[in-house]
């Protein structure tokens, strides 16, 4: 069994505990040990770009150097924190001047210079398993069941620091959703935003926002429609209007592994 | 014209502004367009000319969703979501600024709503 370092952040461990659970489970099935590192922090859930920001970066440069000390890869399932490690990490190892402000207030016995392999859990699935391999571990394919991807904004952008799919046309989710048996459904708005964290203020952009996703995907016939990213689930769910079921891409994974029920024990 | 200000804003997004070739392709993909007064693409031309307090001032700092569309998808690699931080930043940075304080939050709270989301308000809107 291979051994990952595993990042759940926040809202894993509260409103956000099934993306989690399905997500453990299911690797364990498939052959992969997660291990939290000790006195994680959360990530702060959005990247601050400017440069003159360095305290709202260490969280993210706290987890990938807990990741290196272990020396193993760092796998993350929450689209945010996915996005906020990433462009961490990017950044790190090519801005030496950030690097070198993160360092000397860290004061790691190591400097840290972007050297961890972080991984999505698509990723991993992708990259790691094979999804020829996950397939071949299913036990209750969604035969015939019309599944939209919905990656929104944080899982593919910006792609250069992410580097995980086509940021336009991407195939991670869709090929997950071949492994699982489903027939994957291809539309406008599956990589445009969610309307995110503007809920709190505005719900009517929030409700603009996540309309069009589900709409579109409801259009071209989806059945239910697939996120990563807990604040996604929750506009899609609570501000949309639509009725099309959203899940988290785990749970699918775990019913399609035969895990379900187990995990609501 | 505030140099000083124009300055720390271009060095803080780390964005070079005269790279914009005026094609507006980021204002056309941003999610948030009908909501904001002034547009990502005058965002860039707004700094490079160093008219800047109309958007210090402007709720369009807080309209952006920080989605990165406008960064993946201009032509130029001008990354005008840089920019908007900067200048989001330059205002809340200010005593007294914060557009999201701790006080608002059991007012904005829902039994499902992810702690995700009230942790990014507060990178976005708060110092």
């Not at chain 1, 952040?9 to 000790?38: F, M, V």
């Not at chain 1, 924190?81 to 990017?90: A, G, L, M, R």
Request: hydrophobic share 35%.
């Amino acid at each position: 069994m291979e051994t990952f370092t595993y990042y759940p952040g926040c809202t894993l461990r509260t409103k956000a505990k099934d993306l989690d659970a399905y997500a453990r489970s299911s690797a364990e099935a498939l052959g992969i040990s997660l291990e939290e590192p000790a006195d994680w922090q959360c990530c702060g859930g959005a990247y601050t770009t400017a440069k003159d920001e360095i305290a709202t970066k260490l969280s993210a440069v706290r987890t990938l150097n807990a990741a290196r000390e272990l020396d193993r890869p760092l796998v993350t399932v929450c689209s945010a924190c996915h996005n906020v490690i990433k462009q961490t990490n990017y950044d790190i190892a090519r801005d030496e001047d950030m690097a070198a402000k993160v360092n000397n207030y860290l004061k790691l016995d190591t400097p840290y210079a972007g050297e961890t392999t972080v991984y999505h859990y698509l990723e991993l699935l992708r990259d790691v398993v094979g999804f020829d391999n996950l397939k071949a571990k299913v036990v209750n394919p969604f035969k015939g069941k019309k599944i939209a991807a919905y990656y929104g904004c944080l899982l593919l952008r910006p792609s250069k620091a992410l580097a995980m799919d086509d940021p336009e046309n991407p195939t991670i989710m869709e090929d997950f959703i071949k492994a699982i048996g489903g027939t994957p459904v291809i539309y406008a708005q599956r990589n445009e935003c969610c309307g995110g964290y503007i809920t709190m203020e505005d719900k009517a952009q929030a409700a603009k926002r996540s309309g069009a996703v589900m709409d579109s995907a409801k259009d071209q016939g989806a059945d239910m429609i697939i996120t990563a990213c807990p604040l996604c689930l929750y506009n899609l769910k609570k501000n949309s209007g639509s009725d099309l079921p959203v899940f988290y891409f785990t749970e699918l994974l775990a019913e399609a592994l035969g895990l379900k029920e187990a995990n609501n024990e | 014209m505030n140099k000083n200000l124009q300055e720390q804003i271009i060095r803080s997004s780390g964005v070079n502004v005269l790279k914009c070739m005026r094609c507006g392709k980021c204002s056309g993909t941003c999610p948030s367009y009908g909501e904001m007064e002034y547009h990502p693409h005058q965002f860039v031309y707004m700094v490079e000319k160093g008219n800047i307090e109309p958007l210090l001032n402007s709720e369009s700092l807080y309209k952006c969703l920080t989605c990165f569309a406008c960064v993946e998808r201009c032509p130029r690699g001008v990354e005008p979501a840089k920019v908007v931080e900067a200048v989001r930043l330059a205002a809340v940075r200010q005593q007294g600024n914060n557009h999201l304080v701790p006080t608002q939050i059991p007012g904005m709270l829902d039994e499902d709503l992810p702690q995700q989301a009230i942790v990014t308000a507060f990178r976005k809107y708060a110092k």
